[in-house]
């Protein structure tokens, strides 16, 4: 029987990875619309110019030029969303930019439903490994702010250092009329349960203590460094 934990683990990580991917897909095509609706706009307008009686070259030329940063940008954007699906590394990135990335990504669901952002993250400088931040700390932020019923403000901050960084998450009261009644939820596979971060948590080697109101992650792994050192 104890020869059966390992494997049933890994498959209860593997389904709270699963679940936690049907729940970003809809900001995942939303971030991916966004990227490709300015490359649309820009080929309507040249579309228009080249018909011209006596199209504008030179103009032209510099709307060419445009559209190919823009593609470039959208590609190099396309790719980086497609990561979340079917991550191909574990490598350490910054926590700061990473925990950038997850709020942007959540952004809009959570605006719709009333919540604001307080990144307090943005000067920390340790690293830590992209399948901790990009797993479980997103799915703790949707657990965390699936439960809370009244408009709030979600905190992110981070403490400690190389060896030992914890990053927390507090759901924080909002202040009378700063935020309009939360809305519905976006549709979605199923609501995250704390069953799942934890099988996520466990798969990634990050120690979670939780409460209705904040959840705080404490990654000690060997991996983890300070920039610059």
């Known amino acids: 029987m ?3 934990i390992p494997h049933l683990k890994e498959r209860l990580a593997e389904a709270a990875r699963y679940a936690l991917m ?9 971030n991916l619309a966004g990227t490709l609706q300015p490359i649309g706009m820009m080929s309507a307008m040249l579309e228009r110019r080249i018909k011209a009686a006596a199209p504008d070259m030179a103009q032209l030329a510099k709307n060419t030029q445009a559209l190919t940063t823009l ?4 590609a190099a954007t396309s ?13 350490l990135i910054a926590v700061n930019s990473a925990v950038e990335e997850s709020l942007g990504l959540m952004a809009t669901e959570l605006s719709f439903r009333g919540f604001s ?11 830590l490994p992209k399948g901790m931040l990009r797993s479980v700390f997103t799915a703790s932020l949707i ?3 699936d439960a ?8 992110v901050s981070v403490e400690g250092g190389a060896g030992d960084t914890r990053l927390r998450i507090t759901i924080a009261a909002a202040a ?3 935020l309009a009644a939360l809305g519905n939820r976006m549709p979605t596979y199923r609501c995250l349960q704390w069953a799942d971060v934890q099988a996520l948590a466990d798969a990634e080697g990050v120690h979670i203590d939780y409460a209705p109101d904040f959840v705080q992650l404490k990654y000690a792994g060997a991996g983890a460094v300070i920039s610059g050192q």
């Open 2 to 4: 104890s020869s059966e």
């Open 22 to 30: 049907r729940r970003l897909l809809p900001a995942i095509r939303h």
């Open 71 to 74: 593609s470039r940008e959208a």
């Open 79 to 91: 790719l980086n969303l497609m990561t979340w699906l079917a991550p191909r590394d574990n490598e």
């Open 117 to 127: 952002l307080d990144n307090q993250a943005t000067e920390a400088v340790a690293k």
């Open 143 to 145: 657990t965390l702010t």
């Open 148 to 155: 809370v019923e009244q408009p709030a403000c979600v905190v």
């Open 176 to 178: 009378p009329n700063d």
